[in-house]
């Protein structure tokens, strides 16, 4: 599957699944609550699919999938039978109203919760968060090469993502933070990352540098991950054997397997190899003979052909029982740094650049479905999250719109005027309009070189 039609294949399974529970919230609460429900549809346009059930509930799929929707009877849409006043939403208590519209982001949050789950149980594939040789402030700051992050303040660090992410916020509030390390002999220590010493007005993607973190990569083990068609293993090895031996010699990892071909002079003839391989549990030989191949600083090597399966050295993995309070812990970790992240692009401390449209979703959501099961269903979850918090915005159209007008008219005891709801749906559309064309803008330019 070509880059595009991944992108646009897994956009549309994880905004149809994330839509789909974010308006059933709203459509099952409502069913709770009394009120009549219309329609229930997952994306607009042009009608792709659509069928009426026993009680005349209409369920259809729409051909654009960026939202979706409830149609609940209401009288201030058209015009209701005196039969069904009882069952229309305008006619509801407040405070039913106010449960049927924040159970579709509520709905977003439990779903992050399963997923997180989901992805603990799975386990996600990560980088262990071991330094390599510290650059910039990091090692005028006294960090050593060889040392694990712990903890970043107070929130502990199990993988290298784990300790990026707990970076963020204190670097673009640039603010010095405590960081909890262990040393290559087991002694923990604890050392103080002077942030607040990054320039000023700073591209993030420089700050981070400026940093001078630097992870250590990982030795990847002697796993084929890919082959090149056109190379020396061409036919004889594939994806996922791995390498157990070469003439005799052990080898553990593809270090050892480059120490294996250089031991093989180039001004000679091709050597012959004898490859002791595991492929889906059975041991079995192969004979190969490596081609030359030049560098690019000059010089020749015998190679194989083959690239390595992905070096990660740590995972984020729970048991049954722990996983539950971790999802939870995590879904509100992910809410905080979105909260915090969409005040600091408010107040100037991030860059508006962060905001993401359609494109970029696409994009990530096939490079992390590409990364395995646990990276994508962390993917829907941060996504899911990010839909509860949007939605939740007191702009008039969204959910935390209709929110602050019933909050109002709990306060004041009558629901606002028609004036104020129409001039209201206008500056909702203006924003949202603003926010959606801000986003698809920034995506256009990640897309020019």
Known sequence: MSEFLGSAFWLVVALGLL??????????????????????????????????????????????PLGGYVSMLDERESAVPAAQKALAFNNRPVGQRIAIVAAGPLANFVLAVGLLYLMFLVGKPDYAPVLAEP????????????????????????????????????????????????????????????????????????????????????????????????????????????????????????????????????????????????????????????????LPQGGQVWRLGLSPAAAHDAVLRHGPLAALPAAVKATGQLTGDTVGMLARML?????LDNLS???????????????????FLYFLAMLSVSIAILNLLPIPVLDGGHLLYYLIELVQGRPLGDRVLVAGQYLGLILLASLMGLALFNDVLRLVP
């Not at 219309?38 to 042009?46: E, H, M, P, Y």
């Not at 994806?239 to 270090?255: K, M, N, S, W, Y």
């Open 357 to 375: 449209g359609p494109i970029t979703i696409a994009q990530v959501a096939n490079t992390t479905a590409s990364r395995g099961v646990a990276w």
């Open 135 to 294: 650059e910039g402030i990091a090692r005028e700051a006294g960090f050593r090469a060889g040392e694990r992050i712990l903890a970043v303040g107070e929130r502990p660090t199990p993988t290298w993502s784990e300790a990026a992410n707990a970076l963020i916020g204190p670097m673009l509030d640039r603010e010095d933070v405590p960081i909890t390390v262990r040393d290559a002999e087991g002694g923990t220590h604890e050392r103080r990352l002077p942030l607040s010493r990054l320039a000023p007005g700073l591209p993030e993607a420089e700050a981070f540098r400026a940093i001078g973190l630097v992870p250590r990569p990982p030795v990847p083990p002697a796993v084929v991950g890919a082959v090149d068609p056109e190379g020396a293993a061409a036919g004889v090895l594939a994806p996922g054997d791995r390498i157990l031996a070469v003439d005799g010699q052990p080898v553990r990892d593809f270090e050892d397997l480059r120490r294996a071909l250089a031991r093989h002079p180039v001004e000679g003839p091709a050597p012959r190899l004898l490859l002791h391989l595991e492929r889906r549990g059975e041991r079995i030989e192969r004979h190969l003979v490596p081609r030359l191949a030049t």
């Open 19 to 64: 839509v789909t529970f974010h308006e059933f919230g709203h459509y099952w609460v409502a069913r709770r609550c009394g009120v009549k429900v219309l329609r229930f549809s997952v994306g607009f346009g042009r009608v792709l699919w659509s069928r009426v059930d026993r009680e005349g509930i209409e369920w259809r799929i729409g051909l654009i």
């Open 347 to 351: 107040t100037g401390a991030a860059s």
